[in-house]
Nanobody, 120 residues
């Protein structure tokens, strides 16, 4: 599975930004997708995860009520995952990474995108 993010950029505090991630490859093997972020000088942290079916999402406490994750699972395979970010704060500034976890050919895997810079 390959992941490519888009949508990052510079936005004022209080503004909104929408990140997208396009998955390609054996997308039918994906079980969970998510977003991580790495603020400048800090460890990478989980932002949100969602089941590939789109039925269950989990959020970090720091983004609950402000961020919404969603998947486009047309034809029962995941194609894109989006992260709608509202009420952005300066501390949301980070490189955001899309992830996909699944099972393929007898092994579990976790794929990462290349990252997209968001300056909140």
């Amino acid at each position: 599975v390959q992941l490519v993010e888009s949508g990052g950029g510079l936005v004022q505090a209080g503004g909104s930004l929408r990140l997208s991630c396009a998955a390609s490859g054996v997308t039918s093997s994906i079980k969970t997708m998510g977003w991580y972020r790495q603020p400048p000088g800090k460890q990478r942290e989980l932002v949100a995860t969602i089941a590939s079916s789109g039925g269950s999402a989990n959020y970090a406490d720091s983004v609950k009520g402000r961020f919404t994750v969603s998947v486009d699972n047309a034809k029962n395979t995941v194609h894109t995952i989006d992260l709608q970010m509202n009420s952005l704060k300066p501390e949301d500034t980070a490189v955001y990474y899309c992830t996909a976890q699944g099972y393929y050919l007898g092994s579990n895997y976790m794929a990462w995108g290349q990252g997209t810079q968001d300056c909140g």
